[in-house]
């Protein structure tokens, strides 16, 4: 099979080869925004190290990886790929070969990369592929394994007959609140976003990022024209805010959160239906909650967060989840090294 892979460094989201690969991923089911370059620029201003493959057949490019690994993580790192890689996972013939040209270049690049194993989470559903039989499942996600995608194919109309009456009713109580949503997705507008974040964190409970997380994120995909930020407000008082990204055909609501102030007035429904509205008039056909338990578990502490995203109908997807691949030789020197500095320890310790 005359495929050949190549490393793409840098490549530019604007060139030729750099919006090859892009529509590539928008058209890949099992694919989504954590593939594209703009989201590799993204993790490259957060400080990660990113590698990216491509296959090519005849000079034409049918596939790869965009890896992430942290720096300086002592030979026992992990190079993540995420939303990837981008493989016909639904053509048997070439996956394979493609996967182990995919795995060979990466083992390539693990000693530099100080890795001893990649973590990749395509958008499959379950069994697990038998062509990642050599692969264990990871202990934590790279995407969410459980989501919600609401179609937005239907007309607006249609959406709001077939949400859940409470969904449906508390839309309509936020208009008749006179609740005001607006988009500003100007730099500067992260900082209210923000406060936001940091009330929902200290009610709920709810771990969020670092604010120079945000920053990078509104600065890199903000400027691409993918990330929309949206804020309620009534006569003055922020009731909440939501941050949607869009890419290709998808959709994906990944943060937002309702202030303490007169969240009677359901700001958080209002914020998530002009959210879905702006998504369909971008051409989106789905609409990614990015996150959910269809089964509600009230032990779960995103169980509130699940019973508020079922209220907008859609229909529960559950991935095969991230999994990872180890390179033994790799692991091998790992231990060995580990078990070298735990026998100095100990030497040093009698010495003491």
């Known amino acids: 099979m005359a495929i050949e892979i190549q490393l793409l460094d840098k490549l530019h989201p604007d060139s030729s080869l750099g919006c090859e690969w892009d529509n590539l991923v928008k058209c890949n089911p099992a694919s989504g925004f954590m593939q594209s370059l703009t989201w590799a620029n993204f993790k490259r201003k957060m400080g990660l190290e990113v590698l ?15 890896f992430y690994c942290a720096p300086h993580n002592k030979g026992a790192g992990i190079m993540m790929a995420p939303d990837g890689p981008v493989l016909p996972w639904d053509n048997s013939k070439p996956l394979e070969y493609c996967l182990e040209l995919l795995l060979s270049e990466a083992r390539a690049h693990a000693a530099r990369c100080n890795v001893a194993a990649v973590r990749i989470a395509p958008k499959i559903k379950p069994p697990v592929p038998e062509v990642l039989r050599g692969f264990t499942s990871a202990p934590v996600h790279l995407n ?18 077939d949400m859940k009456p409470k969904g449906r009713y508390n839309i309509l109580l936020s208009q008749r609140k006179d609740v005001r949503v607006y988009e500003d997705s100007d730099p500067s507008s992260i900082f209210k976003f923000y406060s936001i974040m940091q009330q929902v964190s200290l009610r709920d409970n709810f771990p969020i990022e670092p604010l120079s997380f945000f920053i990078n994120l509104i600065d890199v995909l903000g400027n691409a024209g993918m990330m929309h930020v949206f804020f309620a407000e009534h006569e003055n008082d922020l009731l909440g805010a939501l941050m949607m990204l869009t890419f290709g055909k998808n959709a994906t609501y990944l943060y937002g959160g309702t202030s303490n102030t007169k969240r009677n007035y359901m700001g958080g429904y209002a914020l998530q239906w002009a959210a879905i509205n702006k998504a369909k008039e971008l051409g989106a056909e789905i609409y990614d909650f990015w996150g959910y338990d269809a089964v509600c578990d009230p032990e779960d502490s995103y169980a509130g967060f699940s019973r508020f995203k079922s209220q907008f109908g859609g229909c529960a997807i559950q991935y095969i ?32």
């Open 52 to 66: 990216h493959l491509g296959l090519f057949n005849k000079g034409k490019l049918l596939g790869g990886a965009i």
């Open 144 to 161: 969410e394994g459980k989501t919600l995608h609401l179609s937005l194919i239907p007309s607006t109309q249609e959406l709001l007959l």
């Open 321 to 352: 989840g991230a999994q990872d691949y180890y390179f033994m030789d790799n692991l091998t020197d790992i231990v060995i090294k580990a078990m070298k500095e735990i026998s100095l320890d100990t030497l040093y310790a009698g010495a003491r």
